[in-house]
Nanobody
């Protein structure tokens, strides 16, 4: 089992930055591929970013590429999402997810564990 707890969400203005954190417990964090997803009201959950177990390989959705950065600290069992130049269309509940394989993937079906989500609201 893996428990994931996100934090760092909030209400910001367009152009501001936020850093989301995801604290993991219950299994060796350093062996897990990780991802961030988001879901806006009335929309399906969508992929945001993913990272492999060592943090050496990452991938991003086109909509956030160049603005968001995913990273991890395996010593602290924590996943991060640095979000810069936020836009109103980034407003959503953001979820971190863990998969039992060490590689990264953008497919939500490949993730076995999910956090409860943290709300990010960007005003114009």
């Amino acid at each position: 089992q893996v428990q994931l707890v996100e934090s760092g969400g909030g209400l910001v203005q367009a152009g501001d930055s936020l850093r989301l954190s995801c604290a993991a417990s219950g299994r060796t964090f350093g062996t897990l591929g990780m991802g961030w997803f988001r879901q806006a009201p009335g929309q399906d959950r969508e992929f945001v970013a993913t990272i492999n177990w060592t943090g050496t390989t990452t991938a991003y959705a086109d909509s956030v590429k160049g603005r968001f950065t995913i990273s991890r600290d395996n010593a602290r069992n924590t996943l991060y999402l640095q979000m810069n130049s936020l836009k109103p269309e980034d407003t959503a509940v953001y979820y971190c997810a863990a998969r039992l394989r060490s590689t990264m993937t953008s497919s939500s079906r490949e993730y076995a564990y999910w956090g409860q989500g943290t709300q990010v609201t960007v005003s114009s």
